[in-house]
Nanobody, 126 residues
């Protein structure tokens, strides 16, 4: 059974940084895509960044240049380094995983992921 546990959320002022972590266990996929999603107050879920097992990275336009998705060398922890945070980055952040690639694109990936974590809250104040 795949389990994903997010951590690292918190409250920060605009312009600050946070690093989210997602600890994964029970993953048996040979090829997989892991991604970060977020849902702000009153907003739909949004794909933020995705990482394929070969190292390919995908970012939404809203975070490109500010956020970096990465994975540890053991491939058991997914990270999201968030810099230059804005108030509109506020929301619950979730990591998720699916077998296969990330080719569907961030807008569609949310409907394709197989397992989700419980989420970690990020609040950015002005």
């Amino acid at each position: 059974q795949v389990q994903l546990v997010e951590s690292g959320g918190g409250s920060v002022q605009a312009g600050g940084s946070l690093r989210l972590s997602c600890s994964a266990s029970g993953v048996t996929y040979t090829y997989y895509c892991m991604a970060w999603f977020r849902q702000g107050p009153g907003r739909e879920r949004e794909g933020v960044a995705a990482l394929y097992i070969d190292g390919s990275r995908y970012y939404s336009d809203s975070v490109k240049g500010r956020f970096t998705i990465s994975q540890d060398s053991n491939k058991t922890t997914l990270y999201l380094q968030m810099n230059s945070l804005k108030t509109e980055d506020t929301g619950m952040y979730y990591c998720a995983i699916k077998g296969g690639g990330c080719w569907q694109g961030l807008q569609v990936l949310g409907d394709r992921m197989n397992y989700w974590g419980q989420g970690t809250q990020v609040t950015v104040s002005s």
